[in-house]
T-cell receptor
Framework: DQQVKQNSPSLSVQEGRISILNCDYTNSMFDYFLWYKKYPAEGPTFLISISSIKDKNEDGRFTVFLNKSAKHLSLHIVPSQPGDSAVYFCAASARNQGGKLIFGQGTELSVKP | DVKVTQSSRYLVKRTGEKVFLECVQDMDHENMFWYRQDPGLGLRLIYFSYDVKMKEKGDIPEGYSVSREKKERFSLILESASTNQTSMYLC?????????????FGPGTRLTVT
């Protein structure tokens, strides 16, 4: 049973526009959410995170929004750049699960020049 | 910078072979993890360890075992490799247990079992 879902396997965006990647979760005990970025033949790298006590966290071009009532989070990239082309994974953890991360399936973002 | 290294980038093994995947981290992290990544399934946790000689099953431990004899090293063992274990294997470490601590990943090992 997939507790964290990324329903869009792929997304294509024009350079300079906004990229919006979505993630839904089912476990209300999740209290910390992270986004990872993965290039081919490399391990995932941490991008940005948000605690469940917040609804928004921003870091440069990257902003994560959390809607707890809808059990939904999204990653906004503005403006998108060709170097942002990668697979993005959403992950969630719960304090009572000792730091285990549950990952979504990933969304492959392609930013076209 | 945290560095997590994995012993091989690519491996090809035959069905029934015993396979060892090694992972080393250089930042004195308490926790280490093994995942596999498959298309459409994301990253799935195989095993993790909070301390030396400690191990906990993840979501898909069947067919795998692990060993953590030293803090910096976490090994994944496929006792008898099968074709359905063909996958990308990723090792990760984090400073502490608990939500809010990001995990740092190695580059991955692409294992093919023929």
């Amino acid at each position: 049973d997939q507790q964290v879902k990324q329903n869009s396997p792929s997304l294509s965006v024009q350079e300079g526009r906004i990229s919006i990647l979505n993630c839904d979760y089912t476990n209300s005990m999740f209290d910390y959410f992270l986004w990872y970025k993965k290039y081919p033949a490399e391990g995932p790298t941490f991008l940005i995170s948000i605690s469940s006590i917040k609804d928004k966290n921003e870091d440069g071009r990257f902003t994560v929004f959390l809607n707890k009532s809808a059990k939904h989070l999204s990653l906004h990239i503005v403006p998108s750049q060709p170097g942002d082309s990668a697979v993005y994974f959403c992950a969630a953890s719960a304090r009572n699960q000792g730091g285990k991360l549950i990952f979504g399936q990933g969304t492959e973002l392609s930013v076209k020049p | 910078d945290v560095k997590v290294t994995q012993s091989s980038r690519y491996l090809v093994k035959r069905t029934g072979e015993k396979v060892f995947l090694e992972c080393v981290q250089d930042m004195d992290h308490e926790n280490m993890f093994w995942y596999r990544q498959d298309p459409g399934l994301g990253l799935r946790l195989i095993y993790f360890s909070y301390d030396v000689k400690m191990k906990e099953k993840g979501d898909i431990p069947e067919g795998y075992s692990v060993s953590r004899e030293k803090k910096e090293r976490f090994s994944l063992i496929l006792e008898s490799a099968s074709t359905n274990q063909t996958s990308m294997y990723l090792c990760a470490s984090s400073l502490y247990a608990g939500a809010g601590y990001e995990q740092y990943f190695g580059p991955g090992t692409r294992l093919t079992v023929t």
